[in-house]
C-alpha cells in the first residue's frame, strides 16, 4: 500500500504565497510522475502541474508564471510553491502519484484547503 500525506494548505491574502507539500510512503517501487490537481466548488478536478520523472514540467494555463512543482526524489515528495495568489486559486488542492510496479497505478492524497481572500 501506498500513502500519500499532503501539507501546507490554509488562508492567504491575494497577493501571498503558499507552498504544498506531499510525501509518498509505503511500497514504492518506481514512481513515474508525480502532480498536483485542484477541485474548487462546483468545478470538476483540474491539473494544475506534473512533473515526471524525467524532471519536465507541465502547468495548467491559468498558473504559469506563478506556480513551481518540483521533487524530491530521495524524499519521495513533490512540492507545489504557489505565488501571486488569486481568489481564483481558491480550491481543495490534491496530490497525485502514478507508480510502477508491473502496472501503473495512481493514487491520490486527502486534499488540503487553499482559500485565497482578503
Known amino acids: 500500500q501506498v500513502q500519500l500525506v499532503e501539507s501546507g494548505g490554509g488562508l492567504v491574502q491575494p497577493g501571498g504565497s503558499l507552498r504544498l507539500s506531499c510525501a509518498a510512503s509505503?511500497?514504492?517501487?518506481?514512481?513515474?510522475?508525480m502532480g498536483w490537481y485542484r477541485q474548487a466548488p462546483g468545478k470538476e478536478r483540474e491539473l494544475v502541474a506534473i512533473?515526471?520523472?524525467?524532471?519536465?514540467?507541465n502547468y495548467a494555463n491559468s498558473v504559469k508564471g506563478r506556480f513551481t512543482i518540483s521533487r524530491d526524489n530521495a524524499k519521495n515528495t513533490v512540492y507545489l510553491q504557489m505565488s501571486s495568489l488569486k481568489p481564483e486559486d481558491t480550491a481543495v488542492y490534491y496530490c497525485?502519484?502514478?507508480?510502477?510496479?508491473?502496472?501503473?497505478?495512481?493514487?491520490w492524497g486527502q486534499g488540503t484547503q487553499v482559500t485565497v481572500s482578503s
Open positions: 497525485n502519484v502514478l507508480i510502477y510496479d508491473r502496472v501503473v497505478r495512481s493514487y
Open positions: 509505503g511500497s514504492i517501487f518506481s514512481i513515474t510522475a
Open positions: 512533473i515526471p520523472s524525467s524532471g519536465s514540467t
